[in-house]
């Protein structure tokens, strides 16, 4: 009875292997790896679209706080604000 309990684990553990070498094999084909470089472009490019989404939003912040969308400040004068924050106006 021994024996057959060893026997059905070592087909067991045989089956494991084989199926994980499996996965691992697929995984480092041709097709395998231009699936996992296209996941790795699509979470750039959604990334590189959050922080777009971001700035335009921190920029428009920036206007409504500075007043240069109510005419508060000029355009120019605001770029050297933000260009030179520390700079004494005059």
């Known amino acids: 009875m021994g024996r057959l309990v060893w026997v059905g684990l070592g087909a067991v ?5 084989v199926r994980r070498a ?22 750039g490019r959604r990334f590189a679209a959050e922080v777009r989404s971001g700035a335009a ?5 920036l206007r409504v706080a500075l007043g240069v ?3 508060a400040m000029s355009e120019p004068e605001v770029r050297d604000l933000l260009e ?7």
């Open 13 to 17: 553990a045989g089956v494991v292997a």
């Open 22 to 43: 499996a996965g691992v094999v697929r995984a480092y084909t041709p097709a395998g790896l231009q699936g996992r470089a296209e996941g790795w472009v699509d979470a």
């Open 57 to 61: 939003e921190r920029e428009a912040e």
């Open 69 to 71: 969308d109510a005419g």
């Open 84 to 90: 030179r924050p520390t700079s004494p106006r005059g």
